[in-house]
């Protein structure tokens, strides 16, 4: 009787092992297709992580720079500083508006840089200029006071309000002025309210300046 049950249980392990070998397959087939799934809903949150923290859109305050650069131009220095994440790439001579020390721009043809904050809203690598970075002037501020002096219609403000809020450039072409732009051609005197700096550093803000870089004009 031993040689029978010897048998049995044998052929019972050889079953056992069988079953095991067919069933192991599907485990680690199954493991691996979670693990998989797993991974791309990972990759999945990662990237929608990475979207949701990706800043769209030119813009000054509401929508700043990707990239972390900035402009701040002092009118008393008469310089501009170029940053990026708080770490200055440089400092440079700038040639501002011929009239900017009688305070800040009102109108068209006052020859005066405009104070406060905007964005690059065009860049131009045809410009007459050499390079040029358009900024957003008039802002909306520009426009509230510019409504309240009885300067510019409630259409042109409301035109300038909207551009501004999209991040996008705005009319150049009220009684406020425009076409306020960073460019080269530096020369000896001073400009109608541009910002006018040497072509070698132009060729570097070019290189960092993309649409929506904050700049703010300031004392």
């Known amino acids: 009787m031993r040689k029978p049950y010897k048998s049995l249980r044998a052929g019972l392990a050889v079953l056992s092992a069988a079953a095991f070998l067919a069933i192991l397959p599907a485990n680690v087939l199954a493991e691996e297709s979670l693990t998989g799934q797993a991974a791309q809903q990972t ?41 990026q ?57 520009d426009a509230q006071r510019g409504l309240a002096q009885g300067l510019i219609t409630q259409e042109q403000y409301d035109a300038i309000v909207k551009a501004n809020r999209n991040g996008e450039q705005p009319p150049w072409d009220t009684p406020l002025g425009g076409a306020i732009e960073i460019h080269g051609n530096q020369g000896d005197r001073g400009t109608a309210g541009c910002i006018a700096m040497t072509n070698d550093v132009m060729d570097i803000l070019w290189s960092y300046c993309n649409i929506g870089v904050p700049v703010t ?3």
């Open 43 to 83: 990759e999945a949150a990662q990237q929608n992580g990475a979207a949701q923290q990706t800043v769209t859109g030119p813009g000054a305050v509401t929508r700043p720079s990707t990239n972390g650069v900035s402009i701040y131009i002092s009118k008393k220095g008469n310089t501009l500083t170029l940053k």
């Open 85 to 141: 994440y708080a770490t200055e790439i440089g400092t440079w001579p700038a040639k501002l508006g011929r009239q900017s020390s009688s305070g800040d721009k009102v109108q068209e043809g006052d020859e005066i840089t405009p104070s406060g904050k905007f964005y690059v809203c065009t860049r131009n690598d045809k410009s007459l200029y050499y390079l040029a970075l358009g900024l957003s002037y008039p802002s909306e501020e």
């Open 217 to 219: 004009i300031g004392p």
